[in-house]
Every structure is written in C-alpha cells, then in structure tokens.
C-alpha cells in the first residue's frame, strides 16, 4: 500500500516524459505488479491441475481470438456510451476509467486502468471460457492469457500518448490510428492493440480526410448542455467539459510525433 501511495502521489505528463522515463514509471506501476503476480499464480495452478496440454491450449487461444472483439466492445459500447454518465450513480465511475482521458490523454495516472475495474472485468469474460474449455485449468490460461494481453495493451497505450516517435513499425502505426481517435474522430478506431476489429464493422479510418472531424473527440459527447442535464461528472471535476486539448498546440503536437 505504501509503494501504491508513493506511485499515485506523482504526477505523470506523458507530453514531457521520455521513453526511458516512461520504462521506469511502468515497471514501477503497483498494478503491473499485481497482474504479473496473479498471471504467474495462474500459470502454477494450470500446471498443477491440468490434465491435457490440448485443453490448455485451446483456452490459450480462445482468449487470444476473443480479446480483440472484448476490447473494441467495450470501448466502443461502454467506454464511449453515454449512458454511464446519465445516472448518478455511474457517473463516477465513467469519468474514472474515460472521460478523464478523453479531457487529458498526456496524464499517466489517468490512462493506467484501475485494477478494481480490470480485475473483476477480466474475472467476468475469462473465467467462464476457460472453464468451460478446461476446467480449473483451462480458467487459470485463460485469465492468466487476459491479463497478460491487457498489460501488453496498457504499454502500448502509453507509447501511444507519449512524445516519442516508435521506432517499431507495429507501434507507430498503432500511435497513429489512436491519436486520431483522440484528435480527429473519436467515433473511429476503438482498437488500441489492434483495427481488425474496426475494419469489421466499419468503424476503421486510416485518413483522417475520410472522415469528419468530430466536436466531441476531447468530451465524448459530454458538452455543456448535457453537463447541465446530468451535472454529476461536472461536479467530481470542478469545472465545465473541454472541448479542445488542455494545452493549446498539444494535440497537433502529438499527431506530429506520431507521423
């Protein structure tokens, strides 16, 4: 708990920090930790109970085929919904795990996933396949294969926000479809780790020209007048929604990295 404190007692700006700096603040994170944890328990509790290998791999690659549809699901219906932020009672959490994001995308503490949500997120989808592929075992590959891939995602998503130009072809490609999520359209390009997803059910753009420019890329559609409607997310921040990036130049900033 104390090692948790000291971490979320920073503040983080990816806009200033360096892809060294970024290395260190996310291998410090108190949530990598948790999640490498509960993967390499997994991995010994497969090992002990499994009763074939075929099992293990089956619910190894059912989850890998299923992540890309889980994660473009829930950033497209549930992350981009606006119907967390009309109830009181979900409005905070809403502004936790997006809105914030959306209003600042250079703020680490913010970008990281809360391990309240991504824990029993990850329980909900993995455990029941895995089970029903392999058992006990089969549930430990699947949720010890979740998440893995998401602190594989949680990575690349910071490459991605940060002011750094990848030299990986794989990474600068990705940077550059989800900062025009962030800058451009935000109604486009739900993946993060991967567009397959996208390109599936139309909702792909790789030219920004393709596509027209959204006013809702920095408030998700959370303007002053549904602000007025349903002032609870207001209210947690302190001060009205943006509807432009937090710093002036910041944004073309970042899709400049990006190219």
Sequence with gaps: ??????????????????FRELLVAYATYPAIH???????????????????????????????????????????????????????????????????????????????????????????ITWPLGFLIGGLAGLAIAFATGLALFTFYEFCHCVQHLNYKPRSR????IKQ??????????????????????????????????RPKSPNTFNLGYDLAAARRYPWVMTLTGSPPRDRPPRAGEGAGDLKAAS
């Design 170 to 173: 794989y990474l600068k490609r």
């Design 34 to 124: 948790l999640y490498l944890l509960l993967i390499l328990g997994c991995l010994g509790l497969a090992a002990w109970s499994y009763d074939s290998i075929w099992q293990l791999a089956a619910a190894f690659g059912a989850t890998l085929l299923c992540y890309p549809f889980v994660e473009y699901a829930l950033h497209r219906f549930v992350l981009h919904g606006r119907w967390l932020f009309r109830m009181k009672w979900t409005a905070g959490l809403w502004k936790r795990i997006h809105f914030d994001h959306h209003q600042d995308p250079h703020r680490l503490e913010v970008l990281f996933g809360s391990p309240v949500n991504v824990v029993p997120t990850a329980i909900i």
């Design 177 to 210: 479809l989800h900062l025009a999520h962030h800058f451009h359209a935000e109604n486009g390009n739900f993946g993060v780790i991967g567009f397959f997803v996208d390109r599936l059910f139309g909702t792909f753009y790789e030219d920004a020209r393709a």
């Design 1 to 18: 708990m104390a090692w948790g404190r000291s971490w979320y007692g920073r503040s983080y700006d990816l806009g200033r920090m360096s």
